[in-house]
């Protein structure tokens, strides 16, 4: 598994290097309740890889996992060709992985603009009294940033609610906005929770397009939760199968729609 | 008609991250300090600068630190009182220890001491949060009051158990005791506030205030970003007891001359100084000084109203006082949660569009 | 080890006493979310009625008029009355119009509230310490004294009683009753109660009156100790350590933690300066009676210490965070 593989071609010309990320063996456990069954998957650089499953499968537990907020009592994650056995949420931050969350996680007092630039901080290096100046490096430096959130604010279309509280704004807007915050941080990986969880046809054909434009344009790897089965097989490169824990497929979008275990998983049949 | 931005643009990011990116708004804010270090100093006497200027100044100090603890970072504290008595006691150390240090340097130190305690008091907030840190910080309120009463080295061995002020220059003025004249005293606090102002704003719209606010509105998202929760509020907690040991030591050197632990410092004025910070706005600097000059100025009205014009007597006008406050103070969290910093600017929104209704 | 043992159930006592503001704190903040900062002038107001309505003194200008005195059974509950006609003033004027703000700003008003009750108390029954008698055994208890050479006041006894007979109505009422059960759904989750037809206004109504009885009986216990006077508000300051103890939402976290409390606290403040001095001593020259005066923070400190190894406090939960 973590072996590195050789660079692939995709049909439409992307380039998938070797592996970014390896999940190996892990397993989470709530007290008597096992999230997480001895899961093990990788992720390459470049690709788009879905995670899917019915509720309840232990898909946000695996990105809590790889992220740090949750760790894990078995198993380990190997980043960059670094393995540990559990991640810190600010190393991941620093190395380079960045997250939506399924119920919007934005800063709710402060503006659009603030809130994206608030993905630049680990980029930020000048400290408080240069801060208390203002003028000067920190102020050059501070435009700097702003230029690139600039960037960041056009690409996803949102130049008008720049200075709007992001508390006031609609829901598929505050998504948005925290793709332009995980955007913001350049990361190596991005994680998404559910981007187009309740969001009509027309958002989510935005969303989709502002995915693979991300994937593309950037090259950034991206590992997404979804329910929405169409987008999941339109979209990524590789899926894997979660149920009740367990990994029980992992493949092409073609391979794990044939697969029996999970048409099983999905048609609710019995678990004996 | 007057107050609109129409026909000003902004020819770049640096324009439009200014603080008054209006043009009226940048006149308006000269004008207020034209007005604060030229026209007040015209009218200043003894009882203009201890009941109105002075106290409202140091107060607005006081709640632009607790502000950048409560408003900005999202801990609330009660524990600004004993902060307070730490930068007056640590300020009055230094005066007596070394007769020829300039009031300037003095209120840098009591402002590093207090930043030190402060940091230490804002350790739990490692693990605990919300009204559990709050009830935490009144434990090093009731600590520090304590301390100052029990440990006679800090009010150097003197027999009343009170602190009082030595004569002290900054810059060669007079700054403390009754010979120094109300202009320099309070020129002396104004320009010692404006500072502070002007370096809160300066940090509360850069990297460390959007830090603050990430931390306050959302942590976890905060530190899946890469904002380490316990550094960021151990910044805010030391920044904030900073500003609120030069309050201290300003309220004691200058405004009072006195001090007394408990009586001066308790916990009465940890709440005073949160009933600012909300009453003015939380997370709002400009209404750190609405809040301030509202609480300092309204016992002052009421005092006026209810026994000059009612004619009531000095102890009943006092209870109903009390009453009043509270009424007020709870009619004020009804009608407007977000504080007088909302109002204005609600009104200023609406100034842009009058006098046409859309 | 007598002295210890004096020391100790002393500390009881009064941590019965702590319990018992802490539950009028725990009760309203399950039901409303709010944390009553008011509590504490609530027992002191409900005292200064019951004292006013004893001794007959007419509103506003304090002074006695014994023909209007009332027995104690016309005073209890017409107090309870004045009581509960305070809850409906609260729920109408301030928590309906609060639903749904902010932790701080609910927080904040009730600080308000606390001057308005402080205030009001004043200008209705006057500012001087008043004397409450109930009939209330006063001295020590005679045969704990002789028989083992205790000496454990009779009105702290009682107190621990009223507290003990206190708790155990409200523990029946939250169980048994409807109102109850209304009360406890209101507690897990507001929508959901209001979903299922339970009127939100009416069950504040309910808490906050029977937090005013539990203030009216905080009020007389204490008052009969040490007089009713503005020191008395202050005793909220002091439920708060045991409400970060004990957690809370938890009733039994309220009951143990203000044991803890005020066992730790007798002993800091009898054995603290000897420990202190015994430790130090060798360096430093101390006064042994440093230690007095402590009671004002050693709780807080006693409590945060405790939190930092527990932050969900004695009964609570381990929190798992989710996103």
């Known amino acids: 598994m973590n072996v590195m593989t050789k660079s692939t071609v995709t049909e439409d010309g992307r380039t998938i290097g070797g592996v970014l990320m390896a999940v190996d063996n892990i397993t989470l456990r709530f007290g008597g309740v096992t999230a997480i069954r001895g899961a093990s998957f990788d992720i390459r650089e470049g690709e788009i890889r879905a995670i899917i499953g019915p509720n309840g499968a232990g898909k946000t537990s695996m990105l809590n996992v790889i992220n740090g907020f949750y760790h894990p009592q078995e198993g380990t994650i190997t980043f960059k060709g670094e393995q540990r056995h559990d991640m810190r949420p600010h190393i991941a931050a620093t190395q380079g992985i960045a997250r939506t969350f399924q119920n919007v996680a934005l800063f709710k007092g402060m503006s659009t603009l603030d809130n994206i630039m608030s993905g630049r901080a680990l980029r930020m290096k000048r400290n408080i009294f240069w801060q208390i100046l203002y003028n000067g490096p920190a102020r050059k430096e501070e435009l700097e940033h702003r230029k690139y959130v600039e960037t960041i604010i056009d690409f996803l279309e949102i130049p008008h609610i720049r200075r709007t509280p992001v508390g006031k704004l609609p829901y598929g807007l505050q998504k948005r906005v925290e793709l332009g915050r995980a955007l913001a941080m350049e990361p190596d990986l991005l994680l998404l929770d559910e981007p187009m969880a309740g969001m009509n046809v027309e958002e989510k054909e935005d969303m989709s397009r502002f995915i693979i434009d991300i994937n593309e344009e950037f090259g950034t790897t991206i590992a997404l939760i979804e329910h929405d089965m169409g987008v999941v097989m339109d979209l990524s490169d590789r899926v894997v199968v979660l149920d009740h824990g367990d990994l029980i497929a992992d493949g092409t979008p073609d391979q794990v729609q044939r697969n029996q275990g999970v048409i099983d998983a999905y048609l609710g049949v019995a678990h004996d | 008609m007057l107050y609109r931005e129409s026909g000003q643009f902004k020819t770049g990011y640096a324009a439009d991250q200014a603080v008054f990116p209006i043009l009226q708004d940048r006149w308006g804010m000269l004008v207020m300090l034209a007005v604060a270090f030229i026209g007040v100093p015209m009218i200043m006497d003894d009882y203009w600068a201890n009941a109105v200027f002075i106290p409202f100044l140091v107060y607005a100090l006081a709640a632009l630190g607790l502000n950048i603890l409560t408003g900005y970072c999202g801990q609330l504290s009660l524990g600004t009182g004993g902060f307070l008595a730490v930068g007056a006691y640590s300020s009055y150390k230094l005066m007596t220890a070394f007769p020829e240090l300039d009031m300037i340097l003095v209120l840098v130190g009591a402002g590093a001491s207090t930043a030190l305690v402060g940091l230490l008091f804002g350790l739990p907030s490692l693990r605990i949060k919300g009204f559990y840190l709050a009830v935490a910080t009144l434990a090093a309120q009731f600590f520090l009051i304590w301390l100052f009463y029990k440990v006679p080295w800090f009010y150097n061995y003197n027999a009343t158990g009170q602190i009082t002020v030595p004569p002290r220059e900054a810059l060669g003025f007079l700054v403390t005791t009754q010979n120094a004249t109300p202009i320099v005293k309070y020129l002396f606090v104004l320009s010692v506030v404006t500072v502070f102002a002007i370096a809160a704003k300066n940090m509360v719209r850069g990297r460390v205030g959007r830090m603050w606010m990430a931390i306050r509105d959302r942590d976890i998202a905060a530190e899946l970003i890469g904002i380490r929760p316990f550094k960021t509020k151990l910044m805010a907690f030391t920044v904030s007891s900073f500003y609120i040991g030069v309050a201290g030591a300003l309220i004691f050197s200058v405004w009072l001359g006195a001090a007394e632990s408990g009586e001066t410092f308790g916990i009465n004025e940890s709440f005073l100084v949160l009933f600012m910070v909300i009453v003015g706005g939380l997370g709002s600097i400009l209404g750190s000084f609405l809040g301030a000059g509202f609480i300092v100025l309204m016992p002052i009205g009421l005092k006026n109203v209810l026994v000059d014009w009612f004619g009531m007597s000095a102890v009943f006008a006092k209870h109903l006082e009390i009453t009043t406050f509270g009424v007020l103070i709870i009619f004020f969290l009804i009608v407007e949660p977000h504080g007088l910093a909302r109002l204005w600017q609600i009104i200023k929104e609406k100034l842009r569009l009058w006098p046409f209704p859309h | ?273 000897e420990i202190i001095v015994a430790i130090f001593g060798r360096w430093y020259e101390i006064d042994p009676g440093i230690f007095s005066a402590t009671e004002n923070w050693f709780a807080y400190v006693l409590a945060l210490v405790f939190l930092l190894f527990r932050p969900q406090g004695l009964f609570g939960e381990k929190i798992i965070e989710r996103v």
């Open chain 3, 1 to 273: 080890m007598l002295f210890f043992m004096e020391t100790v159930i002393s500390g009881l006592l009064a941590g019965v006493m702590y319990s018992l503001v802490a539950l009028g704190f725990v009760l309203i903040f399950k039901a409303s979310g709010v944390f009553n900062f008011a509590q504490g002038v609530m027992a002191l107001f409900a005292a200064l009625t019951l004292v006013g309505l004893l001794s007959g003194t007419t509103p506003f200008t304090h002074i006695d008029n014994p023909a209007f005195a009332m027995p104690a059974w016309v005073a209890i509950p017409l107090t309870i009355v004045v009581m509960i006609v305070f809850a409906i003033l609260v729920e109408r004027f301030i928590l309906r119009h609060l639903v749904n703000q902010e932790q701080i700003i609910l927080f904040m008003s009730m600080v308000g509230l606390a001057y308005v009750l402080e205030g009001a108390g004043d200008i209705l029954w006057g500012s001087d310490v008043k004397v409450i008698d109930l009939g209330l055994p006063q001295g020590a208890w005679d045969w704990l004294l002789d028989g083992y050479g205790l000496y454990i006041e009779k009105i702290e006894l009682v107190a621990a009683g009223t507290a003990v007979v206190l708790v155990a109505f409200l523990a029946v009422f939250f169980q048994k009753t409807r109102i109850g059960r209304a009360l406890r759904a209101v507690a897990d989750d507001h929508q959901a109660a209001l979903s299922v037809g339970i009127s939100l206004r009416s069950i504040w109504i309910i808490v906050w009156s029977v937090a005013g009885v539990v203030a009216l009986v905080t009020g007389v216990v204490w008052g009969a100790k040490s007089g009713i006077q503005f020191s008395l508000s202050l005793i909220a300051l002091k439920a708060l350590p045991v409400l970060i103890l004990g957690g809370f939402e938890s009733i039994p976290g309220a009951i143990v933690g203000g044991l803890i409390i005020g066992v730790g606290e007798k002993l800091a403040e009898v054995y603290g300066g």
